[in-house]
């Protein structure tokens, strides 16, 4: 069974940094690529960014393109979004999502984790 | 970016009903990639459908997803207690987009 634990979540101000970190377990770690989806409190889904099985291919939302940086180590089986220059709009349950294929196009997301609430308030 | 527009946003039916539940694209979806997901209150979404008629794995048949090109639909043949959830379709074409939801409540 595939298993997604998202950790790093947390309260920061504005124009502070966070790292989110999501370790998988339950499959073959270097054959998918993974995305981050945020949910703002009592609203839909927004999908932030996708690195694929490499880490070859990286692709952002323009809402957080220049301020987002997703990562992975294969070796850890763990992949990361660090997060800089928050803004309050940046708070939201962030998921970390396994894609049905390994690059960072035409997949879905057929795994999910539990999410981590990241806050951004003064 | 292609937009989704689900409707309704609330659906209010009885457990035994069939529920419609509608996501219209701006745009067609390359390849029909087009998926839904279910949605419970505190919990992650879980993946219904792909490639907009689908089944992922240990999903009950009585969902169905149908449509192609800008028009798609979730049919769940006879609602059971806790098919009551928020429902998401998602196109994953081009980009990554999702819509905004359809609340399914028990009348």
């Known amino acids: 069974e595939v298993q997604l634990v998202e950790s790093g979540g947390g309260l920061v101000q504005p124009g502070g940094s966070l790292r989110l970190s999501c370790a998988a377990s339950?499959?073959?770690?270097?054959?998918?690529?993974l995305s981050w989806v945020r949910q703002a409190p009592g609203t839909g889904l927004e999908w932030v960014s996708i690195?694929?099985?490499?880490?070859?291919?990286?692709r952002y939302a323009g809402s957080v393109k220049g301020r987002f940086t997703i990562s992975r180590d294969n070796s850890k089986n763990t992949v990361f979004l660090e997060m800089n220059s928050l803004r309050v709009e940046d708070t939201a349950v962030y998921y970390c999502a396994k894609s049905s294929g390994s690059g960072v196009g035409k997949d879905y997301l057929d795994s999910w984790g539990q999410g981590a609430l990241v806050t951004v308030s003064s | 970016e292609i937009v989704l527009t689900q409707s309704p946003g609330t659906l209010s039916l009885s457990p035994g009903e069939r529920a419609t539940l509608s996501c219209r694209a701006s745009q067609s979806v390359a390849g029909n990639y087009l998926a839904w997901y279910q949605q419970k209150p505190g919990q992650a979404p879980w993946l219904l459908i792909f490639?907009?008629?689908s089944r992922a794995t240990g999903i009950p048949d009585r969902f169905s997803g149908s449509g192609s090109g800008t028009d798609f639909t979730l049919t769940i043949s006879r609602l059971e207690p806790e098919d009551f959830a928020v429902y998401f379709c998602?196109?994953?074409?081009?980009?990554?987009?999702f819509g905004q939801g359809t609340r399914l409540e028990i009348k």
């Open positions: 339950g499959l073959t770690f270097s054959k998918n690529a």
């Open positions: 490639g907009a008629s």
């Open positions: 998602q196109q994953y074409g081009s980009s990554i987009t």
């Open positions: 690195i694929s099985d490499d880490a070859t291919y990286t």
